[in-house]
T-cell receptor
Framework: TQLLEQSPQFLSIQEGENLTVYCNSSSVFSSLQWYRQEPGEGPVLLVTVVTGGEVKKLKRLTFQFGDARKDSSLHITAAQPGDTGLYLCAGAARASGTYKYIFGTGTRLKVLA | KAGVTQTPRYLIKTRGQQVTLSCSPISGHRSVSWYQQTPGQGLQFLFEYFSETQRNKGNFPGRFSGRQFSNSRSEMNVSTLELGDSALYLC????????????FGPGTRLTVT
């Protein structure tokens, strides 16, 4: 069974601090996505990474895909209260013309003003 | 461009009943995926439809079914509801491959009593 473990599960930090969220698996993924979900809403796609070692930046957010495409990290610089939410990674593994798509266990982030 | 819409937003049903949820994708998107989100299991993939055909399926019992119409709108049906089916049901649409880019609706909160 493929699993995507995220750590930490919960994170409460002060505004202005930096943080890193990890997404780990023993399986290889063809692509990996990061989402942020706020209460009462569906997840919003932040980024998709497809190449091992790939680094993508989205303003204060930096995403990295592991060289072996089994893990990923999300780093937020100078966190703001607006960053509060549930962060989810999701990986796709392709084989025989189809794919398996699984979500990580989630990291709930709270940024205090 | 209008986002993904889901109806109804909230639903209360009794054990043993059946329920149908509706999803209207973003205009032009041909793929619709359905997910179940619960506090215990997180976000799990149910199935994906593309051009009226089920293209992929997760590990859910046959009580969960879906269909897609020629205008890409999709419905999900759950028969013989169980208490454990209480969850947030999310649909997401994409132009082609949901593992690269997809947009979620706000979800339907189903409560089974």
């Amino acid at each position: 069974t493929q699993l995507l473990e995220q750590s930490p599960q919960f994170l409460s930090i002060q505004e202005g601090e930096n943080l890193t969220v990890y997404c780990n698996s023993s399986s290889v993924f063809s692509s990996l996505q990061w989402y942020r979900q706020e209460p009462g809403e569906g997840p919003v796609l932040l980024v998709t990474v497809v190449t091992g070692g790939e680094v993508k930046k989205l303003k204060r957010l930096t995403f990295q895909f592991g060289d072996a495409r089994k893990d990923s990290s999300l780093h937020i610089t100078a966190a703001q209260p607006g960053d509060t939410g549930l962060y989810l990674c999701a990986g796709a593994a392709r084989a025989s013309g189809t794919y398996k798509y699984i979500f990580g266990t989630g990291t709930r982030l709270k940024v205090l003003a | 461009k209008a986002g993904v819409t889901q109806t109804p937003r909230y639903l209360i049903k009794t054990r043993g009943q059946q329920v149908t949820l509706s999803c209207s994708p973003i205009s032009g998107h041909r793929s619709v995926s359905w997910y179940q989100q619960t506090p215990g299991q997180g976000l799990q993939f149910l199935f994906e439809y593309f051009s009226e055909t089920q293209r992929n399926k997760g590990n859910f019992p046959g009580r969960f079914s879906g269909r897609q119409f020629s205008n890409s709108r999709s419905e999900m049906n759950v028969s013989t509801l169980e208490l454990g089916d209480s969850a947030l049901y999310l649909c997401a649409s994409s132009w082609g491959d949901p593992t690269y880019e997809q947009y979620f609706g706000p979800g339907t909160r189903l409560t089974v009593t």
